[in-house]
């Protein structure tokens, strides 16, 4: 069931960290509802997720997942580029949070 909570916690943060340019400095209030509600969302789950995740390994994860998706929304959404390097780092960032889940004795098997 971790698992799905952290699913939960980064969908939260991917929903909030998206709203943040509509917020416009906090300034619109639904765009700026739907960051504090995403976040408190996102932060409760990710606790959840730490009864039996390690801390390093739910992190890891959670932002690897969503530094990716935040990328895709704003390629895709809001027309911002991704040009050969930022690709490639994204590319980086999955094969971290890869080698850490598949190969690390910290990560719960």
Do not use: C, R
Request: hydrophobic share 60%; charged share 5%.
């Amino acid at each position: 069931m971790s698992w799905v909570y952290l699913l939960i916690a980064i969908s939260g943060g991917v929903i909030a960290t998206s709203a943040l340019k509509a917020s416009e400095g906090f300034t619109k209030l639904t765009p700026s509802g739907l960051v504090a509600v995403g976040y408190a969302i996102a932060f409760y789950f990710l606790s959840l997720t730490l009864t039996s995740i390690p801390v390093g390994i739910a992190y890891a994860v959670w932002s690897g997942l969503g530094v990716v998706l935040i990328s895709l929304i704003g390629w895709v959404f809001l027309g911002q580029s991704l040009d050969l390097a930022a690709v490639a780092g994204i590319a980086l960032i999955v094969a971290g949070v890869l080698i850490i889940n598949l190969l690390s004795h910290a990560a719960p098997h």
